[in-house]
């Protein structure tokens, strides 16, 4: 995580400008002025910008005097574009989600190669932004790119045969898993910038406390359990995916039957 970023709790929610407003703004179906100066800047510029400083300085960091310095221009000739905060960090989430033109970035194969190829690539976001994690995204103002990419994953994961809630549901599913394991990461960067000690130091300082415990007999099956139990080597997120992915397979196949 970048430094200035706090990435904890939820600080912003998505849908809280001007719907109507964001909405012209995203699908590009609002009256564009015929006279007045030639426009210096572009809303696309402008969104740029809004990632790039909630990219390096956290969604505190954001504003529209922040935006405009990082633009090199006043204040106030960003409202000729967008109306306020709220809607620009609308254009920014739709942004970001704008999906790969490269249909193999789904996997080669089938639904499940895309459900997998689809939270890989969700982990992928999260890291290169890990402000996400502080809108709530509970009632999304559904732009192109969010439709764009949805229309490419239903798509790829049509041939499930679930029923269209069903459908949704695993896309909601795979998302909800990869949003937890994106927190999980994100607050042990955070606990390491805070406190400045290494994971390793972290568990380390605990090792003679621990050796206590687990010798006191109080605790036998934790400590039975392998030296590399907890070992860094393990790859916690592509276990869980596997399973949740295994999971569907069993559906999908009993509804084939």
């Known amino acids: 995580m970048t430094?200035?970023?706090?990435?904890?709790?939820?600080?912003?929610?998505?849908?809280s400008g001007d719907i109507a407003r964001t909405l012209e703004l995203l699908w590009d179906t609002g009256r564009r002025p015929s006279r007045g100066p030639k426009p210096t800047l572009t809303l696309e510029r402008i969104v740029e910008a809004a990632i790039q400083v909630?990219?390096?300085?956290?969604?505190?960091?954001?504003?529209?005097?922040?935006?405009?310095?990082?633009?090199?221009?006043?204040?106030?000739?960003?409202?000729?574009?967008?109306?306020?905060?709220?809607?620009?960090?609308?254009?920014?989430?739709?942004?970001?989600?704008?999906?790969?033109?490269?249909?193999?970035?789904?996997?080669?194969?089938?639904?499940?190669?895309?459900?997998?190829?689809?939270?890989?690539a969700t982990l992928a976001l999260y890291r290169r932004h890990p402000w996400l994690l502080q809108v709530n995204q509970s009632r999304p103002i559904l732009g192109p790119s969010a439709?764009?990419?949805?229309?490419?994953?239903?798509?790829?994961?049509?041939?499930?045969?679930?029923?269209?809630?069903?459908l949704v549901s695993a896309i909601i599913m795979i998302d909800g898993y990869v949003v937890g394991a994106a927190r999980t990461q994100l607050y042990q960067r955070e606990a390491e910038r805070r406190t400045g000690l290494t994971d390793a130091e972290f568990w380390q300082a605990q090792v003679p406390a621990l050796e206590k415990a687990m010798a006191s007999g109080r605790?036998?099956?934790?400590?039975?359990?392998?030296?590399?139990?907890?070992?860094?080597?393990?790859?916690?997120?592509e276990f869980g995916l596997q399973r949740i992915l295994d999971g569907l397979e069993v559906l999908v196949a009993a509804g084939e039957s």
């Open 219 to 237: 605790y036998p099956v934790t400590a039975s359990l392998s030296e590399d139990a907890f070992g860094t080597d393990f790859d916690h997120f």
């Open 147 to 166: 439709l764009d990419g949805m229309e490419k994953v239903l798509t790829r994961i049509r041939p499930m045969g679930l029923s269209d809630p069903e």
């Open 54 to 120: 909630a990219d390096t300085e956290g969604l505190e960091g954001l504003s529209m005097r922040r935006v405009a310095a990082e633009l090199g221009t006043g204040t106030m000739s960003l409202y000729r574009y967008v109306p306020g905060k709220g809607e620009l960090l609308d254009l920014m989430l739709d942004r970001v989600q704008r999906p790969s033109e490269n249909p193999a970035d789904l996997g080669d194969g089938g639904w499940r190669a895309a459900l997998e190829a689809l939270a890989r």
């Open 3 to 15: 430094s200035g970023t706090s990435g904890t709790g939820s600080t912003e929610t998505s849908g």
